[in-house]
């Protein structure tokens, strides 16, 4: 289920609680907690209901502008298909980002290298799990088609990899392509690789950026800047003058930070510190 940006903040900030879909089923359980930029939200109801029966309340607790704007909406997509009400609610961070930010023991390095050595006996296209961890720590930010191409691999049997070590805390996902993690860093650290990007910064915790559209999130990465945290520490005006970032990556960057409680600096005049 695809949920705008501003709506996920709308979601995590209790202003939203419903949305509005056309399925010729229902495509998830109460229950269900799904993944997104701003942590995990869960389905509290699936209803399926006439649209004559919609409400100027349904409208305001989806987020549309009106309740002809709600009923205007779902007659663009397949209008043939039942609607259906998703109950919605913020339920809490992400744990994979606790996980990311966490460096493993010794216990636990010992089972994580246990579990990528099992992966790789069970490839049927021979190891990949460090040579995988070592291409995102050379090129983050890149796109996965290009990481796949160096790899050797079709582009979406490498995105299901990168999600295995994703599950496991060890990469994140950028708005283009990957990170790795505190947690990945160690592993490679721990067994001895040659890492080209080991003389890079420690990784900063935080609230990863939220999707600002691949330009922006290049600027942003090239200039250091990963976290809402760091961008806290910029000017809109420093923000809006990186290459690449515009005003819809810039509305997107305020709305994050608005529901995680953060501002950019407040002196435009400044000269930008190192983030």
């Known amino acids: ?41 869960e389905v509290t109801s699936v209803d399926r209901l006439p649209v004559r029966s919609l409400t100027a309340a349904d409208a305001r607790r ?48 010992g089972a994580i290298v246990a579990w990528l050595d099992r992966l790789d ?15 995102i720590d050379e090129l983050p930010a890149t796109r996965a088609p290009d990481l796949a191409q160096r790899m050797g691999r079709d582009t979406p049997s490498f995105k299901q990899n990168v999600r295995k070590l994703k599950e496991r805390g060890l990469t994140e996902s950028l708005d283009i392509g990957y990170r790795l993690s505190a947690r990945g860093a160690a592993i490679l650290d721990h067994e001895g690789h040659p890492r080209s990007a080991q003389d890079r910064a420690a990784l900063e915790p935080g609230t990863p950026l939220p999707h600002i559209g691949a330009p922006a999130t290049r600027a942003l990465t090239a200039y250091g800047v990963v976290r809402l945290e760091q961008v806290a520490r910029l000017s809109e005006s420093e923000v809006l003058a990186l290459h690449g970032v515009g005003p819809y990556a ?4 305020r709305t994050a930070m608005d529901a995680a409680g953060l501002s950019f600096r407040d002196d435009p005049g400044a000269t930008p510190e190192t983030p």
Not at 9 to 38: C, H, N, Q, S, Y
Not at 74 to 98: N, S
């Open 1 to 41: 289920m695809q949920i705008r940006p501003a709506e996920l903040a709308a979601i995590r900030a209790g202003d939203i609680d419903v949305a509005f879909r056309r399925w010729e089923r229902p495509r998830l359980k109460v229950g269900t907690r799904m993944r997104t930029a701003v942590g995990l939200v």
């Open 62 to 109: 989806a987020g549309a502008a009106s309740l002809a704007a709600l009923r205007q909406g779902l007659e663009r997509v397949h209008p043939d298909r039942p609607v259906y009400r998703i109950g919605l609610r913020y339920a809490g961070a992400d744990p994979r980002q606790a996980l990311r930010e966490a460096v493993p023991d010794a216990a636990e390095i």
């Open 121 to 135: 006996l069970a490839s049927p296209t021979g190891p990949w799990t460090r040579a995988t961890l070592l291409l």
């Open 250 to 253: 810039l509305r997107h960057l």
